[in-house]
């Protein structure tokens, strides 16, 4: 017998290794924690467009202590009739093992939504080797309101759904506790965990039938609610100071969309941006909910930089007064003096940047568009405003061999921002990339829980003869060689005693290094909370 749900309950689940997943690896001391800002966005929706009374309730696995009996108390406690799940790639399998937890202990009558890219490019995955009843296909407010409003599917444009009923479960929400506990794989327990017969696999997404919010003149970004700060207790998430120098810190996102067509990225090209007016008062409403920092997360803020430009000048005009930064990266071309001299006014002190490679070729492989003394003049630029620099380069391109990943090293050195971070060129569902790679048949494994940028796995076939080995090579080597390059220890050692930051780098150096056994990160402090 499955306990009644409650037909005004949606409930949102953050799988357990999303920010676990790099813990012993050369970034692990820099981990990030944070609340979901699409659930955030998803709740006030819900709450503030669709007035139906809903409630929203979250679980965050990330940051709880034995997540799996935690998240079976959650589900029966709350017994909502709306689950949302949003994953990325390696997160896939234990994605599965929520669905059917929740649907063994709630029943059918649970309506399972999967959303992000991975589910809404690989959909017959989901709604055949997973418990999923629809998939929310890109932005989905208004969409994933539609669900939570009772609408059938066949009448919610910008779904992808299940309109047979031939699956069966394999295994109980008990057992998969049990298994999890003891320490086996998700891939394990989920890999024959779900019998499906032929499925009926419906759709009504096509052009246009879903018009994403901003990009016509009836719209806009600005009719989007600010997001539900009473969602998460933000104080559960500190980060490291090399993330967040203020606590608590909240993502925060202007824009949507990307124009540009870099074939590692799966980003809507779609761009569309808050107008600055509506920035600001988004900004006062994050501070009165306690925010003591912004991380912006656009894909791209500086598309247009005189809206940057206007953003900073209002914050200074409005008396803002808070730490902000752009670690998410911008692009070296879409920066000046200008904008980098009023954000630093208005409280940002750190700025990232994707350079990702040091040889043209390699850059060009990855269609990123950039010209390399661009990167050059964009971080001199920076630095000469003694803003903090983060910069991102990336082994494994297409046009990557051993030559040009030892050229990145040294264009990394001689960039010599405040913090380097490489990662491997992963071909990930639903990027160019992995559609080039899948029809050359250079595609090894579809093993998600794999698919880690800071991993080097036998994931394909690179198209230069780069094996897994030789890029976790490059990889350590980026990171011996750029932090303990004599020149940068000296320039980093006295910028760092003349701003008060030398124990706090020394202490990340250390976490760096030995990272493998000191797997020390801000989950430890979180967990214990």
């Given at each position: 017998?499955?306990?009644k749900?409650?037909?005004?309950?949606v409930?949102?689940v953050?799988?357990?290794?999303a920010?676990?997943a790099?813990t012993?690896?050369?970034i692990?001391?820099?981990t990030?924690?944070?609340?979901?800002?699409?659930?955030?966005?998803?709740?006030?929706w819900?709450?503030e467009?669709?007035?139906?009374?809903?409630k929203?309730?979250?679980?965050?696995m990330?940051i709880?202590p034995?997540?799996?009996?935690?998240?079976g108390?959650?589900?029966?406690?709350?017994?909502?009739?709306?689950?949302?799940?949003?994953?990325?790639?390696?997160l896939?399998?234990?994605?599965k093992?929520?669905?059917l937890?929740?649907?063994?202990?709630?029943?059918?009558?649970?309506?399972?939504i999967?959303g992000?890219?991975?589910?809404?490019?690989?959909?017959e995955?989901s709604?055949?080797?997973?418990?999923?009843d629809?998939?929310?296909?890109?932005?989905?407010?208004?969409t994933f309101?539609?669900?939570?409003q009772?609408?059938?599917?066949?009448?919610?444009?910008?779904v992808?759904?299940?309109?047979?009923?031939?699956?069966k479960?394999?295994?109980?929400?008990?057992?998969i506790?049990?298994r999890?506990?003891?320490g086996?794989?998700c891939?394990?327990?989920?890999?024959n965990a779900?019998f499906?017969?032929?499925?009926d696999i419906?759709s009504?997404?096509?052009?246009?039938?879903?018009?994403?919010?901003?990009?016509s003149?009836?719209?806009?970004?600005?009719?989007?609610p600010?997001?539900?700060?009473?969602?998460?207790?933000?104080?559960?998430?500190k980060n490291?100071d090399?993330?967040?120098?203020?606590?608590?810190?909240?993502?925060?996102?202007?824009?949507?969309g990307c124009p540009?067509?870099?074939?590692?990225?799966?980003?809507?090209?779609t761009?569309?941006a808050?107008s600055?007016d509506?920035?600001?008062?988004?900004?006062?409403?994050l501070i009165?909910?306690?925010?003591?920092e912004f991380?912006?997360?656009d894909?791209?803020f500086?598309?247009?930089?005189?809206?940057?430009?206007?953003?900073?000048?209002?914050?200074?005009?409005?008396?803002?007064?808070i730490?902000?930064?752009?670690?998410?990266?911008v692009?070296?071309?879409r920066?000046?003096?200008?904008f980098l001299?009023?954000?630093?006014r208005?409280?940002c002190y750190?700025?990232?940047?994707?350079y990702?490679?040091g040889?043209q070729?390699s850059?060009?492989?990855?269609?990123?568009?950039?010209?390399?003394?661009?990167?050059i003049?964009?971080?001199?630029?920076?630095?000469e405003l003694?803003?903090?620099?983060?910069?991102?380069?990336?082994?494994?391109?297409?046009?990557?061999?051993?030559?040009s990943?030892?050229?990145?090293i040294?264009?990394?050195?001689?960039?010599?921002p405040?913090f380097a971070k490489v990662?491997?060129?992963?071909?990930f569902p639903?990027?160019?990339?992995?559609?080039?790679?899948?029809?050359?048949?250079l595609?090894l494994?579809?093993k998600?829980?794999d698919y880690?940028?800071?991993?080097?796995?036998?994931?394909?076939?690179?198209?230069?003869g780069?094996?897994p080995?030789?890029?976790?090579?490059?990889?350590?080597?980026?990171y011996r060689?750029?932090?303990l390059?004599?020149?940068?220890?000296?320039?980093?050692?006295?910028?760092?005693l003349r701003d008060?930051?030398?124990?706090?780098?020394?202490?990340?150096?250390?976490?760096?290094?030995?990272?493998?056994?000191?797997p020390?990160?801000?989950l430890?402090?979180a967990?214990?909370?």
């Open positions: 017998m499955y306990p749900l409650d037909e005004k309950k409930c949102f953050t799988p357990p290794s920010f676990s790099y012993g690896t050369a692990n001391a820099a990030q924690i944070y609340p979901y800002l699409s659930y955030q966005y998803l709740s006030a819900l709450k467009k669709i007035k139906m009374g809903l929203t309730r979250v679980l965050d990330g709880a034995d997540p799996w009996p935690l998240l108390r959650f589900l029966l406690r709350e017994k909502p009739k709306y689950l949302g799940l949003s994953f990325t790639t390696p896939f399998y234990e994605a093992l929520i669905g937890i929740a649907k063994d202990l709630l029943g059918p009558e649970l309506v399972l999967h992000n890219v991975h589910a809404s490019t690989l959909y995955e709604l055949t080797e997973t418990m999923c629809v998939i929310v296909k890109g932005e989905g407010e208004v309101g539609e669900i939570c009772g609408k059938p599917f066949n009448e919610i444009l910008g992808i759904y299940r309109a047979d009923d031939w699956r479960q394999l295994i109980s929400a008990e057992e506790i049990s999890r506990v003891k086996e794989s891939y394990d327990i989920a890999k779900v499906s017969e032929e499925p419906r009504t997404i096509y052009w246009g039938s879903r018009p994403y919010i901003g990009s003149k009836n719209n806009s970004l600005d009719d989007l600010f997001p539900d700060m009473e969602l998460y207790d933000i104080y559960r998430y490291p090399i993330i967040a120098h203020g606590y608590p810190m909240q993502q925060v996102e202007t824009s949507r540009f067509t870099c074939n590692f990225c799966s980003s809507e090209d761009y569309r808050m600055p509506y920035v600001i008062e988004l900004y006062k409403y009165k909910c306690g925010v003591k991380r912006l997360i894909d791209q500086l598309i247009n930089i005189n809206r940057g430009k206007v953003i900073a000048q209002k914050m200074l005009e409005n008396n803002i007064t730490s902000w930064n752009m670690a998410n990266g692009r070296a071309d920066v000046d003096r200008e001299e009023l954000a630093a208005s409280g750190q700025v990232g940047g994707g990702e490679s040889d070729e850059l060009d492989s990855i269609q990123k568009n950039l010209d390399i003394e661009k990167s003049e964009c971080m001199k630029m920076i630095k003694d803003i903090e620099t983060v910069g991102f380069f990336m082994f494994g391109t297409p046009g990557d061999t051993e030559r990943m030892q050229k990145t040294d264009f990394a050195k001689k960039l010599m405040d990662t491997v060129c992963i071909p639903d990027t160019r990339l992995y559609a080039d790679y899948e029809k050359r048949g595609i494994s579809k998600w829980d880690n940028i800071h991993k080097a796995a036998r994931l394909f076939k690179h198209p230069n780069l094996t080995e030789i890029l976790e090579k490059f990889y350590w080597k980026f060689e750029f932090y390059n004599p020149r940068y220890l000296w320039w980093k050692g006295r910028k760092s008060g930051t030398f124990f706090r780098n020394a202490n990340l150096a250390k976490k760096l290094f030995f990272a493998k056994i000191i020390d990160s801000p430890n402090w967990l214990k909370k």
